[in-house]
């Protein structure tokens, strides 16, 4: 089944969903690089790839956004109270993940740096710019309210599961 039912999720919504929650879980690492004054294996290993799958991120939540809007209508329904709240809940995943890329990219070329994903130079490395250094500025900003909001989503997935018995986790697995 690749389309959206209301009783399950299809192929392509689950598949998109946990390759979500692996990349972005990649990217989480990252907060590691901060803990520590020098190198260290986090620094080493995760930060070369976090540009990388920063861009595949990108790319990946306009096709899972235009996926989504083709399948709202089949999707399971709530009662109204955790359908707004749902509603609401995964608009705001959806900008953060938005968000989070394009003002990674624009500190990277505030500073300077351009930006390369995966061995591809994608913007070529120039003068600051300090207009986008400066809303970039967000990138880290945005990655504590993705967290908030993705501790906040596992939270509802837990509750739905546990408390309603309402097979949520059945439908995305």
């Known amino acids: 089944m690749i389309k959206d039912n209301p ?8 598949v998109l969903h946990w390759l979500f929650a692996v ?24 930060v070369p790839w976090h540009v990388s799958i920063g861009t595949l991120l990108l790319v990946l939540i306009v096709v899972r956004v235009v996926w989504a809007l083709s399948q709202a209508s089949h999707r ?8 707004y709240l749902a509603r609401g809940g995964h ?4 900008a953060a993940l938005v968000i989070m890329p394009i003002t990674g990219m ?28 400066t809303v970039g500025g967000l990138h880290s900003i945005t990655a504590w309210v993705l967290l908030g909001l993705t501790l906040a989503h596992i939270a509802m997935a ?8 309402d097979g949520t986790l059945r439908r995305m697995s």
């Open 158 to 165: 837990f509750y739905h599961q546990f408390v309603r018995r």
């Open 106 to 133: 624009l500190y990277m070329v505030g500073e300077g740096y351009g930006v390369e994903a995966f061995g591809i130079t994608l913007i070529a490395e120039g003068e600051e710019i300090a207009w986008m250094h």
């Open 76 to 83: 399971p329904t709530h009662e109204p109270p955790i359908r």
């Open 23 to 46: 990349l972005v879980l990649w990217q989480f690492m990252k907060f590691f690089d901060r803990i520590g004054e020098g190198e260290h294996w986090v620094g080493e290993t995760l």
């Open 91 to 94: 608009i705001l995943l959806y």
């Open 7 to 14: 009783e399950r999720y299809g192929t392509i919504s689950r």
